[in-house]
C-alpha cells in the first residue's frame, strides 16, 4: 500500500513529512525520495493518552507550514484527528472516529447486540448473565481491519479456538453478536 501512496501524493504535488516511530523503514535513505522529512515520534498500539502531544510536538517543531495530516491507520485516527484539531486543520470529528473505528462502540451505536470483553473467562460469564448462548455468534476484536480475526462460533470449542487466535492483540479484545 505506502508505494501507491507516496507515488499519488508526488504526482499531485504534494510534500509527505512522515511521522512515526525511530527506526521506521521509512526514516531509511533508501525511502528519502518518498519524503521531505521524517519526523521520529512514538506511536504505540493501542495509543495512549500523550500520543496526540507528541504528534503535536513533531509537526511544531517541523520548519515548513502543514496544511494536512492524515493516517492510514485505524487505531490512530481518533488521536490525528485531534491534534489535526489543535492545529486548526480540517479534519473529521474526533468523537464519531472513536465510535466507527471501535467495532464495539459501532454496534451500540447501530443498535445491535454486542458484549465486549478481554478474556475467555469474562466473555463466557456476561454472555451467562444476559441469557446467551455463544453459539452461532461472532467474535472479533474491538479494532482491526475489515475481517481480520473475525470468528463465525458455533460451539464451546470453537469459542476457545477463537479466543486463542485473537487473545494476542491488545485489550479490550473481544466483540460477541449473537446472530
Request: hydrophobic letters at 40%.
Amino acid at each position: 500500500m505506502a508505494p501507491g501512496i507516496y507515488r499519488a501524493a508526488a504526482a499531485l504535488g504534494i510534500d509527505v513529512g512522515v511521522i512515526d516511530n525511530p527506526g521506521h523503514w521509512l526514516e531509511g535513505p533508501e525511502f528519502a525520495h518518498w519524503r521531505v522529512a521524517f519526523l521520529p515520534t512514538r506511536l504505540i498500539q493501542p495509543p495512549d493518552n500523550e500520543m496526540a502531544d507528541r504528534i503535536l510536538t513533531s509537526i511544531r517543531s517541523y520548519q515548513r507550514r502543514v496544511d494536512g495530516i492524515i493516517t492510514f491507520c485505524e487505531f490512530f485516527q481518533p488521536v490525528v484527528a485531534r491534534a489535526a484539531q489543535q492545529l486548526g486543520l480540517h479534519t473529521e470529528a474526533p468523537e464519531a472516529l472513536e465510535i466507527i473505528t471501535d467495532k464495539y462502540k459501532m454496534s451500540i451505536f447501530e443498535g445491535k447486540n454486542a458484549l465486549d470483553f478481554s478474556n475467555p473467562l469474562e466473555g463466557l460469564q456476561k454472555v451467562s448473565s444476559v441469557g446467551n448462548s455463544i453459539y452461532s455468534a461472532i467474535i472479533k476484536p474491538v479494532h482491526g481491519w475489515g475481517s481480520d480475526c473475525v470468528f463465525r462460533v458455533s460451539n464451546g470449542e470453537e469459542f476457545h479456538n477463537a479466543m486463542d487466535r485473537i487473545k494476542s492483540l491488545p485489550p479490550p479484545i473481544m466483540v460477541l453478536g449473537s446472530l
